[in-house]
């Protein structure tokens, strides 16, 4: 392994500190992610609460800090 992947590794968790907010793992150096609703998160796992369609680059809505699409945004209750 190349010692600057190591130390770009340990900037990037120094720099974001949490993991993601849908998972709860840690975003590791080279998985893609996205900031939204004051989170960072996969993005993969940034998914409506109810249907799971992924919202990267789509219109989305939020209740309590769960991302919903714009189908369900009405339709739920948290
Ligand atoms: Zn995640
Ligand atoms: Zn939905």
């Known amino acids: ?11 990037f968790y120094s720099l974001f500190g ?14 893609k992610f996205l900031e939204a609703l004051g989170y960072t998160w996969h993005d ?4 409506c609460a ?8 789509q219109t989305f809505f939020s209740k309590k800090d769960k991302p919903l699409c714009k189908k369900h945004t009405h339709t739920v209750k948290i």
């Open 44 to 47: 993969t796992c940034f998914v």
């Open 1 to 11: 392994m190349h010692p600057s992947f190591l130390l770009s590794k340990t900037d």
């Open 50 to 57: 109810v249907c799971c369609s992924s919202l990267e680059g």
């Open 18 to 31: 949490t993991g993601c907010h849908g998972c709860e793992f840690p975003i590791e150096a080279g998985d």
